[in-house]
């Protein structure tokens, strides 16, 4: 359909010195003909070529197709007219040598953005056509000189071009295979415009229709000429016909990954090497964040397990309180503190600790109630539980094996932590409001095991030895020198009673109560009276816990529910009223010796409900400090009398060890930081010398018709790929690492799991490394789009 026309062409090339290498060209070309071209070497001719086929562009002149100037065309446009228009043959083939037959021919279809399917199809007809329909898996470097011309040809033809562009096909090719060259090239040569640069005059004089001789960057001679501007109204009828403005053309990223992952295959063992190093920051970078994130979560759990023994604690009563400085005056006198420690005089002071020690009574309010109850809703997150004693005696009985024994619980002194605060263990204690919290640091063990809820339901903790003293066996009525059980013999089990105040004690005539004698439990535990308890599930510490002390010690936790029910029914009890209106113990038949023995007594009974003490269990010290203004803020508003004082047992555990991790963690975080920076520039390189390496298939990819965009996309893909497979190795030696690191630690420290590498984590480091590496081939691939085709074609 084009009618090509060169109008005074000139081209000159400036490296040192100018050479003018076409000094004003014209020439004219019919739709279809075989055109030589023929003149010394060094006269232009492959310029004039590279010129017509838009590799190169022309100083001066117009070259118009079908009519129209190409004057106004932009890179993209000259790209298209390569793409749709031109078929390039090159004296030296410039097939990609880590692509198949097939797949060099395909490529140019692959940016004119054709289906897969009509890409092979096409391709491998075009092969068919040049007689290597058998050939398509090979590779170039298994075929002879005059089969990879033919690939070449077919290449050219495959986008089904109006021009076929020859710069000495047979240049490097033996007379024989010469000869089936040429032969192809004039049976293009029938419906296409084929011009051919050679050197061979007798091959231009038998095959081609049209000889023009070139000497110096003119035309010399042209043995069939067209007439200039002849016919100017048909030139203008076709114009903006055809394939002129075919649009864009553009490779897809998965022709570019396949590109680099087909090259990238070629050299596997530079690219693991590549890869390996690449991964290096990135296995920096996984470990430290493995080991602050495992570190942080065991500092956490501990925090939590270390408050789970050291709530904060308000008791109703008197406090004593260690006053931080010593009273005004003579810091001598009192505190013996002269202000500085550790003193190295020779000196010796004495002092009066009673004088650093306040009294003060705790009263605690219905207000004060109120204000803690709602301490979870002001300070969400930073309460692990809170719980509350009040000191309500459970009559509870047990029934393990032959005889009905009492289960001894502490009197109301008692704290819900019995083994806690020295004094024999009770094995009786009331589980938190918090299950969660619990099963955060207990196992359930044992098949069917499950945690308590209901008020009859109980559940039985057991150390890390699956173990309980023997004592405890002996509350429940097991005397004999059995030592070894099934967690099964008490799992599901009923053998204990609460039994309420009524049924318990007896009233006498005198108004007196007596408990129960040991010879009627048999009665009561058979009796409809109280709610028999069931163990529904055994409690043990997490093997893989921080500590090995935590909230709950041996023995049975109940449940608040549990709680509740008894101090309802004891609160309406017969032996409580009848207390409540008596000044003298109803049980003892004695007066009180004070004030507080009574309400001991009442509270035992139930009588007085209101909790004797308060629990605040933090998450962790930071919750802890925040809990602590909390209840400073309620003191801030009241009098010295009404204020509620509190006590912190683990004052002494500071926030240092978050401090040290932190600034452990950062240091480590730089250097992998320091490692991920030189593993990315050393992509960089690499990614450099590929496009170094790649550069004539850049001038191949160029010759076909890809875009600048094309091949900085070539070489991007080539950095995704390099950073994936960087970043996979990475991971994959992360946590190859990560776990002898945890047998390591969990040998030598006894700390299971240190080191936790998250899926997100990994995740996000596989990304970024190939974020990074295509940063860092950035720079290179933009180098590989400023390649001149012409010169990137030149270089071997
Ligand atoms: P031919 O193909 O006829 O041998 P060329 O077209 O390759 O000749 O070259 C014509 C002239 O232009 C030569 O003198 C050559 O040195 C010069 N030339 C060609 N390409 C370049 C280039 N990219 N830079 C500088 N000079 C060039
Ligand atoms: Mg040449």
């Known amino acids: 359909m084009s009618k090509l026309r060169l109008t005074d062409i000139k081209k000159s090339y400036n490296s040192g010195e100018v050479v003018q290498a076409l000094k004003g060209v014209s020439l004219e070309f019919r739709e279809s003909e075989f055109v030589s071209i023929l003149g010394p070497s060094g006269c232009g001719k492959t310029t004039l070529l590279n010129i017509i086929g838009g590799l190169d562009r022309y100083d001066e002149g117009d070259l118009s197709l079908g009519g129209s100037s190409t004057k106004h065309f932009k890179d993209k446009d000259w790209d298209a007219y390569r793409n749709a228009s031109i078929g390039f043959v090159f004296q030296n083939y410039n097939l990609i040598s880590h692509q198949t037959i097939l797949q060099n021919v395909e490529i140019a279809l692959t940016l004119s953005g054709v289906s897969v399917a009509e890409r092979k199809e096409r391709a491998k007809q075009a092969l068919e056509s040049v007689g290597l329909g058998d050939k398509l898996k090979k590779r170039p470097n298994q075929l002879s000189g005059g089969q990879m011309q033919r690939v070449a040809i077919a290449r050219a033809l495959v986008n089904n071009p109006d021009i076929i562009l020859a710069d000495e096909p047979t240049g490097a090719l033996d007379s024989q295979t010469s000869l089936q060259v040429m032969d192809i090239l004039r049976e293009i040569s029938k419906t296409k415009l084929v011009i051919m640069v050679t050197h061979n005059g007798d091959l231009?004089?038998?095959?081609?229709?049209?000889?023009?001789?070139?000497?110096?960057?003119?035309?010399?001679?042209?043995?069939?000429?067209?007439?200039?501007?002849?016919?100017?109204?048909?030139?203008?009828?076709?114009?903006?016909?055809?394939?002129?403005?075919?649009?864009?053309?553009?490779?897809?990223?998965?022709?570019?990954?396949s590109l680099s992952f087909k090259n990238l295959l070629t050299k596997k063992g530079r690219t693991l090497i590549t890869s390996f190093a690449g991964s290096i920051g990135i296995i920096g970078v996984a470990l430290v964040l493995a080991l602050s994130n495992g570190l942080s979560n065991y500092i956490s759990d501990m925090q939590s397990e270390?408050?789970?023994?050291?709530?904060?604690?308000?008791?109703?009563?008197?406090?004593?309180?260690?006053?931080?400085?010593?009273?005004?005056?003579?810091p001598f006198a009192n505190s013996g503190s002269s202000g500085e420690e550790f003193p190295e005089g020779d000196v010796m002071y004495r002092y009066d600790s009673a004088a650093n020690v306040e009294q003060h009574v705790n009263v605690l309010t219905e207000d004060y109630f109120r204000y803690i109850a709602d301490i979870q809703d002001a300070l969400p997150g930073a309460v692990n539980a809170v719980s509350y004693s009040n000191g309500v005696e459970m009559n509870l009985l047990a029934k393990a094996e032959d005889d009905v024994v009492k289960f001894e619980t502490s009197s109301g002194m008692a704290m819900d932590r019995p083994s806690g605060f020295g004094g024999t263990p009770a094995y009786w204690q009331e589980l938190p409001d918090n299950d969660e919290f619990i099963l955060?640091?207990?196992?359930?063990?044992?098949?069917?095991?499950?945690?308590?809820?209901a008020a009859n339901e109980v559940a039985l903790v057991v150390d890390e030895y699956n173990r309980l003293d023997k004592a405890f066996y002996e509350k429940l009525g097991i005397f004999s020198d059995h030592a070894e059980w099934k967690l099964s013999d008490f799992i599901g089990k009923t053998m204990m009673k609460a039994v309420p105040n009524n049924?318990?004690?007896?009233?006498?005539?005198?108004?007196?109560?007596?408990?129960?004698?040991?010879?009627?439990?048999?009665?009561?535990?058979?009796?409809?009276e109280g709610i028999e308890l069931t163990i529904t599930g055994i409690l043990r510490i997490k093997e893989d816990g921080a500590t090995t002390s935590g909230y709950l010690s041996e023995g049975l936790a109940y449940t608040p529910a549990l709680t509740e029910y008894v101090v309802e029914q004891a609160q309406q009890s017969d032996i409580a009223r009848a207390q409540m209106d008596s000044d003298r113990d109803v049980i003892l038949n004695a007066p009180f010796a004070n004030d507080e023995a009574?309400?001991?007594?009442?509270?035992?009974?139930?009588?007085?409900?209101?909790?004797?003490?308060?629990?605040?269990?933090?998450?962790?010290?930071?919750a802890k400090d925040k809990i602590k203004q909390y209840l400073d803020d309620y003191n801030d508003t009241r009098e010295e009398a009404d204020q509620v004082v509190y006590s912190d047992m683990s004052e002494m555990i500071g926030s240092v060890i978050q401090t040290v991790l932190d600034t452990v963690?950062?240091?480590?975080?730089?250097?992998?930081?320091?490692?991920?920076?030189?593993?990315?520039?050393?992509?960089?390189?690499?990614?450099y010398v590929s496009v170094l390496e790649r550069t004539k298939e850049i001038g191949i990819l160029r010759s076909i018709g890809a875009r600048k965009k094309d091949i900085s996309r070539v070489f991007n893909a080539e950095t995704l790929i390099v950073g994936f497979v960087a970043g996979a190795i990475g991971i994959v030696i992360s946590y190859a690492l990560a776990s002898a690191i945890n047998v390591l630690i969990a040998n030598a420290l006894g700390i299971q799991g240190l080191a936790q590498l998250t899926a997100a984590h990994s995740a996000a480091l596989v990304l970024g490394?190939?974020?990074?590496?295509?940063?860092?081939?950035?720079?290179?691939?933009?180098?590989?789009?400023k390649k001149d085709p012409v010169i990137a074609l030149r270089t071997e």
């Open 769 to 785: 490394s190939m974020f990074l590496t295509l940063i860092a081939g950035l720079i290179p691939a933009k180098a590989a789009t």
């Open 440 to 453: 955060s640091m207990y196992d359930l063990i044992g098949e069917g095991s499950r945690y308590p809820s």
């Open 306 to 330: 270390t408050l789970a023994g050291f709530p904060l604690t308000i008791s109703q009563g008197v406090q004593q309180i260690q006053t931080p400085q010593p009273p005004d005056g003579s």
């Open 503 to 528: 049924s318990f004690y007896t009233e006498t005539e005198n108004g007196l109560f007596i408990p129960s004698a040991a010879d009627s439990y048999e009665v009561l535990f058979g009796s409809d």
């Open 598 to 622: 009574k309400e001991l007594r009442l509270k035992s009974l139930g009588a007085d409900t209101t909790p004797s003490s308060i629990n605040i269990f933090p998450k962790d010290f930071a």
């Open 204 to 257: 231009a004089e038998n095959y081609s229709s049209r000889i023009i001789h070139l000497r110096d960057g003119e035309v010399q001679s042209d043995s069939n000429p067209l007439m200039l501007n002849d016919k100017p109204g048909k030139a203008a009828a076709t114009q903006g016909s055809g394939k002129l403005s075919p649009g864009k053309t553009s490779m897809s990223l998965l022709t570019a990954m």
């Open 665 to 687: 963690s950062y240091v480590l975080i730089g250097f992998a930081a320091i490692s991920l920076v030189v593993s990315t520039i050393m992509i960089g390189i690499i990614t």
